[in-house]
């Protein structure tokens, strides 16, 4: 990675009203997975199975952010940050009920309708959660799906069965009854493009299955569920924004070979615009991944005016970019990303560093004519950070801010409509099936006592938001 001395921007170069905050989610900090009347989600049942995650570790406890929560605000606060990512773990606020199946009521349980079981303890929590951050004058952008499906749900088909619509669409107005007065951003879906490529087609992830099938068919009912729960949140509050949240991969052809050009189209239309250009009215790219004709099998009826929505904003997340080369590689992507140089430093998730690709990104979704504004919601790097003496020097992960800092100034000033920042994350955490040892905190946790310390990059933030 180049270092960036040059490194001159100062936070009000990006606008009066950008905001700068740091992200987390649900299952990656708050542990408490069964308390207060929460039920297991996927990530519970799949963490708990042998050899799914690295040294078999599990988020039981991760952060313990549900009791410590407060020291997360103050973290913030000590920052200079006026914004706050994360997520709602579904299975601690409403318990789906699936017909001819035992339900259970946790105490305190109220039943919202034949299909929900709402569990005001755990909506206690994030009013908790919420009001702190009101006091501190930290503006919450919540989402509703960070990967943590009820394990319940999955049980009959998770993503895969079309029941997720209703399903989804009720827990969306169930959240906006509850939380709504709390609330003004949220976010719907977090990066659909990993959550079910690897949970539903590589099986790497919860709920671990595996097939194309199933893939497609869960990729077409997430769009669906995202766009049923985003008009219903509409329809309960027509004065917050709604967003949503991808992942986004640079995808650049490896040579000047037609070859290559194509595999690189390929592979950027699965990784980068799947998700997307369906809901902003451009469709499924079939021209470029003909592949995706097998999804037609399950689009019915008004399915592809269903998916929509006239989102207020798309959330891009953005961590490293590929040279992508012609490959045998998958006969239906014959695209292999290479790192853009062999010997290239790599962070502690083996991902090069190339702030480029997330200027790029952010451009491109800028000339979408229904995309109406961007925010950078997840962007970090995870290292091999170590506590000496009380302190966690990072440099290398501020000079990561620094270059992917400039590469969204330079992004803006050729039109990208990016209004905020949030660094990924605000605290070391549950890195899904790599465990506890990749961390992208800001704040250095000790995972056995859960104490947080502020690391050398969160000092750096604070001098370049107070300053
Ligand atoms: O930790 C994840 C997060 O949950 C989703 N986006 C990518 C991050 C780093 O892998």
Redesign the pocket.
């Known amino acids: 990675m180049n270092p960036a001395p040059e490194f001159q921007l100062q936070s009000r170069d990006f606008g009066p009203d950008f905001l700068w905050g740091a992200?987390t989610?649900a299952y990656?900090i708050e542990g408490a997975w069964n308390q207060d009347g929460k039920e297991p989600s996927i990530w519970d049942a799949f963490s708990h199975k042998r050899w799914r995650v690295k040294k078999n570790q599990n988020g039981d406890r991760a952060c313990q952010s549900y009791q410590r929560y407060k020291e997360d605000v103050t973290l913030l606060s000590r920052m200079g940050m006026n914004a706050y990512r994360f997520s709602l773990a579904w299975s601690r606020l409403v318990h789906p009920q699936i017909a001819g199946r035992t339900s259970w009521s946790p105490a305190g349980g109220y039943r919202h309708s034949s299909t929900a079981i709402v569990n005001p303890c755990g909506f206690d929590y994030y009013k908790r959660l919420l009001e702190s951050l009101h006091a501190a004058g930290i503006r919450p952008f919540v989402t509703l799906y960070?990967?943590d499906l009820p394990q319940r749900l999955e049980t009959s088909g998770g993503w895969a069965s079309r029941d997720i619509i209703k399903y989804f669409e009720e827990y969306a107005a169930i959240c906006v009854q509850e939380l709504g007065h709390l609330v003004k951003d949220w976010i719907v879906l977090?990066?659909p493009a990993?959550f079910l490529p690897l949970g539903y087609l590589l099986g790497v992830h919860a709920p671990g299955r595996r097939g194309l099938k199933r893939f497609l068919r869960a990729s077409h009912y997430a769009l669906l569920a995202q766009a049923a729960a985003a008009r219903s949140i509409r329809s309960l509050d027509s004065g917050c924004q709604i967003g949503t949240t991808i992942?986004t991969d640079g995808a650049y052809p490896a040579s000047d070979s037609q070859r290559d050009q194509i595999a690189a189209r390929r592979y950027d239309a699965l990784m980068n615009r799947l998700y997307v250009d369906p809901v902003f009215g451009e469709g499924y790219p079939l021209t470029d991944l003909p592949m995706l004709k097998k999804m037609e099998q399950y689009i019915k009826g008004d399915d592809l005016a269903n998916l929509q929505f006239d989102f207020d904003f798309l959330g891009v997340?953005n961590?490293t970019s590929h040279r992508i080369k012609h490959a045998v590689w998958m006969p239906w992507l014959k695209a292999r990303p290479l790192p853009f140089a062999k010997r290239s430093r790599r962070t502690a998730?083996g991902w090069e560093v190339y702030p480029a690709g997330l200027r790029d990104q952010l451009i491109r979704f800028g000339t979408y004519e229904k995309i109406k504004s961007l925010y950078v919601t997840?962007n970090?790097i995870?290292l091999d950070d170590v506590l000496t003496n009380g302190a966690v020097p990072d440099a290398e992960r501020i000079r990561f801010f620094q270059n992917y800092l400039s590469a969204v100034r330079d992004a803006q000033r050729a039109g990208a409509p990016v209004q905020g920042y949030f660094a990924?994350?605000l605290l070391d955490?549950f890195?899904?099936a790599?465990g506890y040892r990749?961390r992208?905190g800001l704040a250095w946790v000790d995972f056995a006592s859960g104490d947080r310390v502020l690391k050398e990059s969160g000092y750096w933030w604070r001098e370049f938001l107070t300053k």
């Open positions: 992200a989610s990656q960070h990967w977090n990066e990993v992942s997340n961590y998730m997840e970090g995870a990924w994350s955490n890195e899904w790599a990749p992208f």
